[in-house]
């Protein structure tokens, strides 16, 4: 008997608003300029031709962020379920793992697309934080340092990312519903219909909510966007330790211990197996009683993962850069500086700890 609960979809809610991320996405390529100087105007054009315009870029944004939250409580189900110990499942699981990682790399390329101040300031960050990395973290940074420009970006995000996520759900999830009953099709529109609600609410964040890309006529205030939840905080979790420590604590929070337990995780089908049926059938608890606990549990660890994404991005002011960085300021929005890239120049560039600061607190740390 097919069994509908809630609990049970948040992976196909996931799927739905990539698809839609998908449309939103071709959408703005038709309109962006992939060029240094002329990105942030492009993005700000939006703004100015038309309501429809701003709103599919708000709702790319908007989606973005309840995809991240999607996949993360089918992600913390799924563990909890122990679908990693079902022979049938460990690919499944493998490629569920390797889709987080690109979902990721696909939200930081689409924060540095639209080229306003903030995007430069992310593009600074990324190799600084693949410093820390032991062995190959210079290399790695210097080269991805010299190897950036927008346009690589740019294919990187709409083209080379999207490409190996369609392969990763292809076998994640569409390869076992060709031989189910309906197949795909059936699974798309039961999955659409429960995602109606987040849609509803994604389209009435995207009218109400919106980026504030209207300057120099309108400049917004510098801590903007502060409780403003958005797809940032939830990679902004890996850089808010370096703000507080260090020395070798705010790697070894922000990147060593989160890098090894993915590694973990991952590899877990190979190392742990299922206990045998006659082990799994001594539970004393009953089927309701299950249902209960496992709700608590998922509900507990979600509630505890959110909240640390909360407290980590909430006085992020994602929306405040235009308020220093404009034309009456001398420092344009899109425009970067004349020492972009050049870390001898700007030798803060390398400090994790003042860079992160400046993110968070830009009027007592610049």
Not at 25 to 50: C, K, W
Not at 67 to 80: D, E, M, P
Not at 145 to 171: E, K, M
Not at 303 to 323: D, E, I, K, L, Q
Request: hydrophobic share 50%; net charge positive.
């Amino acid at each position: 008997m097919k069994r509908f609960h809630f609990r049970y979809y948040f992976g196909g809610i996931a799927l739905i608003l990539l698809v839609l991320q998908l449309i939103t996405g071709i959408f703005l390529t038709m309109y962006y300029e992939p060029n240094l100087r002329e990105a942030y105007a492009s993005v700000q054009a939006l703004y100015q031709d038309s309501f429809l315009h701003s709103w599919m870029r708000d709702s790319h944004r908007w989606l973005a962020f309840f995809i991240v939250t999607s996949v993360v409580v089918h992600f913390f189900r799924s563990l909890l379920r122990k679908d990693y110990l079902r022979p049938r499942k460990r690919v499944s699981w493998l490629t569920g793992m390797l889709l987080i990682l690109v979902i990721l790399f696909i939200s930081v390329t689409g924060f540095i697309l639209p080229w306003e101040w903030k995007g430069y300031w992310f593009m600074e960050m990324v190799p600084n934080l693949a410093g820390e990395l032991p062995f190959i973290g210079e290399p790695l940074k210097n080269g991805l340092i010299s190897f950036f420009t927008l346009n690589r970006v740019f294919v990187a995000h709409i083209l080379l990312l999207p490409l190996v996520s369609i392969i990763l759900i292809d076998i994640h999830v569409f390869g076992h519903l060709r031989n189910r009953k309906g197949g795909i099709p059936r699974y798309l529109m039961m999955h659409g219909l429960i995602t109606l609600p987040v849609i509803v609410v994604v389209a009435v964040l995207a009218a109400t909510v919106q980026m504030p890309t209207s300057d120099p006529d309108i400049i917004p205030l510098p801590l903007e966007g502060r409780f403003v939840p958005t797809i940032e905080w939830y990679v902004l979790i890996f850089y808010v330790p370096f703000m507080y420590f260090e020395n070798w604590i705010g790697p070894t929070l922000g990147l060593y211990l989160p890098g090894v337990l993915f590694l973990l995780l991952a590899a877990a089908p190979f190392f742990l197996r299922r206990k045998p049926l006659e082990e799994r059938k001594k539970s004393k608890l009953s089927p309701t009683m299950k249902k209960v606990a496992a709700f608590v549990v998922v509900t507990s660890i979600c509630s505890v993962f959110f909240g640390s994404v909360y407290t980590a991005g909430y006085r992020s002011p994602t929306m405040g850069c235009n308020s220093c960085h404009n034309i009456y300021m001398g420092r344009r929005m899109g425009v970067p500086p004349d020492d972009f890239r050049d870390r001898e120049k700007l030798p803060l560039l390398d400090d994790n700890q003042w860079m992160v600061e400046h993110w968070f607190a830009p009027q007592q740390t610049w």
